[in-house]
């Protein structure tokens, strides 16, 4: 298989944890959706990351489209609950990770992608970064094992962890790990495994 895209984007990142975590070898090509455009486009028209080149020569957009063929691959091994309530909480943690990453991405964008910034939209990008943040923080702290929903990690604690290390290093002001005790004390559990030492890129802004 090959994973198209750069360990700085979160998304890009949490399929290839899950990969490794999968052990499902794959080749690496760190593309970038600026410099590399017209060699991304011919494997996805969107021009996005990450993208997925499976060994049969299909090809998977979009993260978690990516996640659920490599769930639905591992079977008891995934890294979420394959039905039920259980499966909608997880899944609904992922979707604010997904979410303050997203807008993470978006504000950074419009910082230096732009040369007149809108106010507005910093505005709101900022206040829904700071309303997430506070929400998987209520949620973090529920928990009393090691990760998000036990002892093992899961796709909640991956999403969750790679959208922080981003917001950290594009926005350094936004998270104040004293404020988010629980937050900050995932993101370095996770951080501090093998897999997520192995699998990082230090942020490269888009020019």
Partial sequence: MILIGQYDSPFVRRVAIALRLYGRPFEHRPWSTFGDADQLAAYNPLRRVPTLVRDDGAVLI?????????????????LIPRHGEARRAQLH?????????????????????????????????????????????????????????GATMGHADIMVACALRFLKEAHAGLFDPAMF?????????????????????????PK
């Fill in 62 to 78: 979009e993260s978690s489209a990516i996640l659920d063929w490599l769930d639905e691959q591992a079977g008891e091994r995934a």
């Fill in 93 to 149: 943690v992922c979707a604010l990770g997904q979410g303050l990453a997203e807008k993470s991405v978006a504000l950074l964008y419009e910082r230096v992608l732009h040369e007149q910034v809108s106010d507005l939209w910093t505005t709101r990008c900022r206040a829904q970064i700071s309303d997430t943040l506070a929400e998987l923080e209520r949620s973090c702290a529920k928990g009393g094992d090691d990760f998000w929903f």
């Fill in 181 to 205: 005790p629980q937050l900050e004390a995932l993101s370095q559990r996770c951080e501090a495994t093998e897999t997520f030492r192995e699998i990082v890129q230090p942020l490269i802004p």
